[in-house]
């Protein structure tokens, strides 16, 4: 029994990896698959004199000419096999969810909540994370069956306003990472149910119609692809999320939930400008605009903490001693070769502060990580106080002596 209890921390870690690994690859897959076809319906040639023929393309790939049709109604002959687009979509879907279980769920203590943001416990917070999965998709849902998709500009920035709305208050209840993952896993769901509720279905409706010699109907038609339009926009905004745990100053800052919105509207107008280069429209202010956006993001997060930097400090009030022990006991509890803390079987990251060199080889990700945002240590479990943080903040700025 103390066997299985010491293997199950190292089960929990390669499950991550696997369904990790998992995720990213069907992830590209269906990410691939949404730009393809975006792509190819805006590139097809329409000036053609077949009437059955909707439009055609001409590709060479992989050492061949391909040569593509889109029919305006139904094949004469039905295929034998006919190739549909979904299992991408349900794959990321269903192992991000794992992986919400694995990382978030399972450690909601230590990862999802931080008492200094929200003190509820890991029921309550499960129950939460549930309902914005949820919420996201019904309010997305409702707003698509609304007058309001008529209006493709008020639509977007409708959209746009909730998605912000949603991301402020999840940093108000859930740790500023978690925060972050759960926007991506509400627009994930969102894209999901697109497929699952609405794109395979009228796709279905259209095979089932013609196998019964019957019109389909187009209002399910125009509404699938209106959601697959919309899949592609969010596609952006979801990678970046994806990738910003390794960004402490984005999640971590005081105001994330408005750098999220930012960098997701850079994101999506960036797909905009491809979306319209695919329909040979050349919107060419469109990425200058989105570069300059980045720019200014980054000078409005960096320059405080330079200029802070910059500052000549002194140390006149503590010693490196008191110094390697807030390390010690706020950071090294897990980041140790051999981690006390509880969970933890090796450190994370494998970062280990267990000597004088180890905390100086690493001084960057402990200010990153702890003074230039309070997301270390994870919910702050170890109690390290804005006292403790200060005084790492002034070692640093004068140089981290050790020798006084």
Sequence with gaps: MDFLTSLYPFILDWLDLIVRWFHIIVGIAWIGTSFYF???????????????????????????????????????????????????????????????????????????????????????????????????????????????????LLFTVSCFLIATLGAFFLTKIFGSRAAYIHVGACLGTIMAANVFRVIIPSQKNMVDAALANEKPDLQKGISAKNRSIHNNYITLPVLFIMISSHFPFTYGHKYNW???????????????????????????????????????????????????????????????????????????????????????????????????QDIINNIDGIKSQSIDSDIMPPGNLTGMTENERQKLAEWIKAGTPINN
């Design 258 to 356: 408005l750098i999220l919105a930012f960098i997701s509207l850079i994101g999506a107008l960036v797909r905009h400008y491809f979306n319209l280069r695919n329909k040979k429209q050349h919107k060419v202010w469109i990425l200058p605009v989105a570069s300059i956006g980045m720019i200014l993001l980054m000078l409005y997060v960096s320059i405080p903490k330079i200029n802070n930097n910059n500052s000549n400090t002194t140390l006149t009030t503590f010693t490196f001693n008191e110094v390697e022990n807030i390390i010690k006991y706020r950071c090294g509890v897990c980041h140790a070769t051999n981690p006390t803390f509880d969970g933890f079987e090796d450190p994370p990251a494998g970062l280990v502060f267990d000597t004088t």
């Design 38 to 152: 975006n792509w190819l319906d805006s590139r097809l040639d329409r000036d053609l004199k077949d009437e059955k023929i909707d439009g055609e393309l001409w590709s060479v790939h992989s050492g061949g000419f391909y040569h593509i049709n889109k029919l305006k109604g139904p094949p004469t002959t039905f295929p034998k096999e006919l190739h549909w687009f979904k299992w991408e979509a349900y794959s990321t879907w269903i192992s991000g969810f794992v992986l919400l279980i694995l990382v978030y769920y399972l450690n909601a203590e230590s990862i999802m909540i931080d008492k200094n943001v929200n003190d509820i416990n890991v029921f309550i917070a499960i129950v939460i994370s549930l309902s914005f999965l949820l919420g996201s998709w019904l309010i997305y849902d409702f707003l698509c069956k609304s007058s309001l998709i008529n209006n493709s």
